[in-house]
């Protein structure tokens, strides 16, 4: 049978690639499903009770899980967007240094995204300090007042998504510059030849080339804000007032902290139904044929 030969003839390349799938099921699909058979149970650590759809109901009613959902949400609207924005513009800008200049930009760009979250963690924490940061020595030289950036409800979510951004810019950037790679020199010549400014080369060439690494920084990124985490819980822990407490940090303190293992299970699940409805949604928006 065509299948069974199949099979044989690529027997080595299954073997090579069978750890990878059995730790992918192990580590993500098992959990996966693991996790909305849990959200169906009042769960804790001994005993497990069988609920429905109580905890989703629940959620429904629940005013700090909403308040989490409209914070995350406003993560994902504001952050994503200028993320975008801002790594398309800067890899335009280093694409067009030479190549000394770009691997100094891009290693400067790229090293926030691969620290640990503890160090820009200490780093931000002392800009943002209301006593002695630099944030706030450089706003005293302009005269103006000092602000507990990271302990006023008004200022907490703004400043937690400087944070994200400047943490989240450095793939994107590595990532348009490839494209830029990608794109051959010849269609920007002949561009020129029919007389194409640098801003119509730009809209009518280089952005619809670069659609399928948009489509991939634009679904990535909107995932990993939806997951925002690490920053919360040092920064902030949620506060002031719940005022920077997302979805993801939510279920840790649920399940961590209340012990309430299936309510938050329960997020869980609708942290997986919007990010991937919304991830969708951007691919099938974003799916058109490229014309230049």
Known sequence: MPLIRSIVKGRWGYFFIGPAYVLFTIFTIYPLFEGIRLSFYDAGLK?????GFENYARLLTDSAFRRAFLNTLHFVVIIVPVILVLSLLFAVLIFGLNYVLQSIFRAAFYLPSVASGV???AVWLWIYNPTYGLLNYLTGLVGLPRI???GDARWA?????VVVISW???R????FIAGLNGISREVYEAAMIDGASSWQQFIRITLPLLTPTTVFVLVTQTIGVFQTFVVV???TRGGPAYATQTIVYSIYVTAFQFLQFGYAAAMGGVLLVVSGSIALFQLRLMRADIEY
């Open 157 to 161: 979510l703004p400043a937690l998504s």
């Open 172 to 175: 994107p950037i590595i990532l």
């Open 119 to 121: 160090v820009l963690v």
């Open 233 to 235: 819980q040092l920064l």
């Open 148 to 150: 507990a950036w990271l």
């Open 168 to 170: 989240a810019l450095g």
């Open 47 to 51: 005993m497990r009770t069988w609920v």
